[in-house]
């Protein structure tokens, strides 16, 4: 596609359950980022992905937290046992990695514990 | 830690009026960049700055970097109100992964 694709656009889920969320970079970006933002305000940087090296995961508020990258390309975001202060927009953008370059954005995923 | 910091948080301004958005950073880059971001919408590219001295301009948006200073401003001329958005500036380096690094964001709301 010509964008960042992200999916579900919308999630309600129950609290405790777990959810994935699934981000399809523009095609052929190397550097794939995750970042939470909650009603009102900034950006809350979760975890980078570039290339093949070890994504930096300082962002990840807990360990129910975690993400994978399969094939340098598609990333899923998984968040397990969800708490109402999980509810958030999910937003995810993709870079072609090189210096310089700008992170293209998609359209999040607005996520709702219950 | 890379740290940016942009002031003001909140800006409310007349139509036809000028402003400026300052974005400092707290390390080396040459490499800057600002989004837009509607309400209940994703982020947009507006700026890509990459030098020092890099001034851009779209509409009546003017962008600037300076390196030495670790600033980068984003001038308001004449305010609309379909300005009326949140800015965010970003910055990465290599030295950091060249992971992007955003400030809180800007909201600005522009009367008419």
């Known amino acids: 596609g010509a964008g960042v694709s992200q999916s579900p656009s919308n999630k309600v889920t129950e609290k405790g359950k777990d959810v994935e969320l699934r981000c399809d970079p523009i095609?052929?970006?190397?550097?794939l980022y995750w970042y939470r933002q909650s009603l009102g305000q900034g950006l809350e940087f979760l975890i980078y992905?570039?290339?093949?090296?070890?994504?930096?995961k300082s962002g990840l508020p807990s360990d129910r937290f975690s993400a994978e990258r399969t094939g340098g390309s598609v990333s899923t975001l998984t968040i397990q046992r969800t708490q109402q202060e999980d509810s958030a927009v999910y937003l995810c953008?993709?870079?072609?990695?090189?210096?310089?370059?700008?992170?293209?954005f998609g359209q999040g995923t607005r996520l709702t514990v219950v | 830690e890379l740290k940016v910091e942009q002031n003001p948080l909140f800006l409310s301004m007349q139509e036809g009026k000028n402003y400026t958005i300052y974005c400092n950073y707290s390390?080396?880059?040459?490499?800057l960049y600002w989004y837009r971001q509607d309400p209940g919408k994703s982020l947009e590219s507006l700026f890509v700055l990459l030098s020092n001295g890099a001034v851009k301009q779209e509409g009546r948006l003017m962008a600037s970097l300076d390196t030495k200073a670790r600033l980068s401003t984003l001038h308001i001329t004449a305010a609309v109100h379909d300005l009326s958005a949140t800015y965010f500036c970003a910055v990465n380096t290599m030295e950091y992964g060249n992971k992007l690094v955003f400030g809180a964001g800007t909201i600005l709301r522009v009367k008419s």
């Open positions: 095609s052929g970006h190397t550097a």
């Open positions: 953008a993709s870079s072609p990695g090189r210096e310089g370059s700008e992170a293209f």
């Open positions: 390390t080396t880059s040459d490499r």
């Open positions: 992905f570039q290339g093949n090296s070890a994504p930096d």
